[in-house]
């Protein structure tokens, strides 16, 4: 593979110049709060994975509303790429979720699937680490595996709950630090509850703890019934929301909405024509 | 505004100094471009990586050491070996007067030293992306010639 032409292949797909076709493989999204450790789990595991697999990396931050622009830094964590040895076997690409454009997950999974047709063995999404667009691009991934981190004694949120409801494995980072095994006790009760929980891992991304762990079952996580329902809602809703998004009249439609009035119901009526 | 541009920021070599780069990176995020930031201590191969990678049409290499005159060079030579020549090189932090003609013959387009408005790196990122100036050109242009 020529990584000149297969960068420049994935700015085409963004721009919406390249079309791309689904391709088997697997594509896992590490997901979770900011800053729990996302990315240095990654670094983790690309350790572990390279040079034996090859592996590509999606990594997901947030486009600024105002301004556009976007400060795309989870490579700042990737010391992997220092690594002269493993480096040509990971391919790590920053990508910001342009909301404006309103489908980026879409795009994601256009990215991650030509990454697949270009014999990676794994793709990985870093998401950002919050709201509805964390769970829309769980539906572009085939597993999921949530991220949490020590919590100030506030148990497991309700708000949560939707997530790992999404999760084919759960990580609980920062083992090195106070509460860490206290939010996976929590986990274990609240989770006793579902006849197929997840999996939970103790792990630290800067001490080393629970990575061979993780790196192994990344390769083999199998699915769970529950994430896989959630996950094909996620895909009904996403495919849904592209259908409005992508059609040629949603701007003037939601310009005559704000300007003219223009009722939701009536707006709706003419997406179906 | 100008386009979006996707730009690289990138401290090559020791320097420790990172408060320019990330207060430039954010400026450029404020106007509206897709930034990415390496992070302290890169070398010029893992810079070059970095931009390939990323498809970025812009690097921004920041020097506070007094390394520029050999770093921001070899980035340079490093990209046309790689085949990018249409990627635009600009640089700031403390770089001598003197040791700037050096730099923009090697193919750096800007140079910007301390107390620089952030308006004007914006000004030349939209002027740079409208002109044929990437490493590889022949132009001998640079900013604030
Ligand atoms: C703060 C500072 C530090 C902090 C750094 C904190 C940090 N995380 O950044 C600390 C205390 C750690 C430090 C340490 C050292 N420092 Co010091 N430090 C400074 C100081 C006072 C200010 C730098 C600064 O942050 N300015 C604010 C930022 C916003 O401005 P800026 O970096 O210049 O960036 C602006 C422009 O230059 C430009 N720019 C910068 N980069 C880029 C990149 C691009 C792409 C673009 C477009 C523009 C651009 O845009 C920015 C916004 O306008 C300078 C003196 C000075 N007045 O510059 C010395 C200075 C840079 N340090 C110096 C030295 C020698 C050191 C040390 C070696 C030891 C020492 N004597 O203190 C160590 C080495 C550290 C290391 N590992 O490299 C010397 C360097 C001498 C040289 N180049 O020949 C200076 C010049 C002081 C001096 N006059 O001697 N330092
Ligand atoms: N103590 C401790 N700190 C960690 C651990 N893992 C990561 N960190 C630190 O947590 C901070 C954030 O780590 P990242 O990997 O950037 O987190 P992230 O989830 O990718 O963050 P965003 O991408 O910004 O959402 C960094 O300062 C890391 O050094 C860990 O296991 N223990
Ligand atoms: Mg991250």
């Not at chain 1, 593979?1 to 590490?30: D, F, P, Y």
């Not at chain 1, 063995?121 to 919050?130: F, H, P, R, S, Y």
């Not at chain 1, 509805?132 to 769980?138: G, N």
């Amino acid at each position: 593979m020529e990584r000149r032409q297969l960068a420049r292949q994935l700015s085409a797909i963004e721009n919406g110049e390249l079309q791309v076709v689904k391709t088997e493989g697997l594509i896992v999204a590490i997901t979770g709060p900011p800053g729990v450790g996302k990315s240095c789990l990654v670094d983790g595991i690309l350790h572990r994975l390279a040079p034996k697999h090859k592996v590509a990396v999606l990594a997901i931050d947030p486009t600024s509303p105002i301004s556009g622009g976007a400060l795309l830094g989870d490579r700042i964590r990737l010391s992997v790429l220092d690594d002269a040895e493993k480096s040509d076997s990971i391919y790590v690409r920053s990508i910001a979720t342009r909301s404006s454009s309103g489908s980026i997950p879409s795009i994601v999974s256009d990215l991650a699937n030509h990454l697949l047709a270009s014999n990676f063995d794994l793709v990985i999404i870093e998401t950002v680490g919050a709201g509805q667009s964390e769970m829309r691009c769980a539906a572009i991934a085939n597993r999921i595996i949530v991220v949490e981190g020590p919590s100030r004694g506030d148990g497991v949120q309700a708000e949560k709950a939707g997530l790992l409801e999404l999760a084919d494995l759960i990580v609980v980072n920062k083992s090195d630090l106070e509460g860490a095994s206290k939010v996976v006790n929590d986990l274990t009760v609240s989770l006793t509850l579902t006849n197929d929980a997840p999996p939970i891992i103790l792990a630290s991304a800067t001490e080393g703890v629970g990575l061979d762990e993780l790196s192994e079952k990344i390769l083999s996580l199998e699915e769970r019934v529950s994430s896989r329902r959630a996950r094909v809602r996620q895909q009904l809703l996403m495919a849904h929301e592209n259908v409005l998004v992508r059609n040629p009249a949603f701007e003037a439609i939601i310009d005559r909405m704000s300007e003219e009035g223009l009722s939701i119901e009536d707006a709706l009526r003419e997406f179906d024509e | 505004m100008g386009a979006r541009q996707r730009i690289v920021i990138a401290k090559p070599g020791l320097d420790g100094h990172d408060r320019g780069a990330k207060v430039v990176a954010r400026a450029l995020r404020d106007g509206g471009h897709e930034v990415i930031y390496t992070g302290l201590r890169r070398t010029p191969d893992q810079i070059v990586r970095t931009v390939m990678d990323e498809d970025a049409r812009f690097v921004g290499l920041s020097s506070l050491s007094g390394a520029h005159s050999h770093l921001f060079p070899k980035v340079c030579n490093l990209l046309r070996e790689a085949g990018l020549d249409d990627v635009v090189v600009f640089g700031g932090g403390i770089i001598p007067e003197d040791d700037r003609s050096q730099l923009f013959d090697a193919g750096v387009r800007a140079i910007f030293g301390p107390g620089t408005p952030s308006t004007e790196i914006l000004e030349f990122v939209e002027f740079a992306s409208g002109l044929n100036c990437g490493v590889g050109s022949p132009d001998e242009w640079h900013w604030g010639e």
